[in-house]
């Protein structure tokens, strides 16, 4: 849970998938192209960041409607378009860990490097066929594992229990309320006893580590506070929260993706990044 903050440029030109594409897939019976479907589309647009492929951007998103929500950068292709040039290529470094997707919303979690290693999470909406939206956090990655030995992005990366995405989103909606709420004495009930996989930098497994991390970070004046949920998505058993609230009393925006397990959080992965002052917003459409 190293919450140091991102650089700047870092943030920038995590955005400059928006101006990739890639070429569309001959058919084997028929020898028509055929376009991949919204996940791969959305694995293949970040691996342009690090090959530099521009082909064709129109197959994937939309030209006339694109919402930008990364606050460093302009609203619409126009303002991601001089930061995808810009970027030398082979600078960048980009490997997608996971995929999921919940009807028209596509959401990554992506291992970057550039000007650093980062970790982040991605969210795309698709509208007939086209990307029109894109939302994302990032944090920088630590080198060192956690007190438990994982990494923030190892562990399951497939979805299972696809039958459950209802009832698993949910439970962490229903979780978030709780927690909102200060019902403390529900906390435990989500978790299978001590049971919990923790893929923060700083904070231990079991449900132990994550009090005494917690509690850690607090007395180093980086308390952990939620304000407001604003996304629910989910595929099968990971169900991937999106919340603003505040890191050491700074505001941030918070992606949390948890694997459920029989009905109890069984792992937690995250990225906190801080949101800048509306004086620095390059376009107003708001982090969330």
Known sequence: MNRASLSRAGIVIACVFALAACATRPNASDGKAVAPDHKQQVVELLKSIETGDGRPMASYI??????Q????????????????QALP?????????????????????????????????DIFRFEDGKI?????????????PSPSGHTMTDGPAVASDLDKTAANKLLMQTYMDDLL?????????????NNYIQHSPLV????????AGLQALAKQGLAVKYDKVHKVLGEGNFVLV???????????????????????IAEHWDTIEAI???TEWKNVNGKF
Request: proline share 3%; no cysteine; charged share 20%.
């Open 132 to 144: 029109v939206e894109h939302w994302d956090n990032l944090q920088e990655a630590t080198a060192k």
């Open 204 to 211: 231990a497994d079991n449900l132990s580590g994550l009090f």
């Open 62 to 67: 939309n030209p006339n409607k694109y919402i």
């Open 242 to 264: 999106v919340a603003e609230g505040s890191f050491g009393g700074k505001p941030s925006a918070y992606y949390d993706l948890y694997r459920i397990q029989n009905g109890k």
């Open 89 to 121: 290529k082979g600078a960048a470094k980009v490997n997608t860990v996971r995929v999921l997707q919940d009807g028209d919303f596509v959401f990554a979690h992506t291992e970057y490097n550039f000007f650093g290693p980062k970790t982040g999470f």
């Open 276 to 278: 800048p002052s509306r």
């Open 181 to 193: 709420s200060g019902r403390k004495e529900k906390f435990t009930s989500y978790f299978d006893g």
């Open 69 to 84: 929500h990364n606050l460093a950068v302009a609203d619409g292709l126009a303002g991601v378009q001089g930061l995808f």
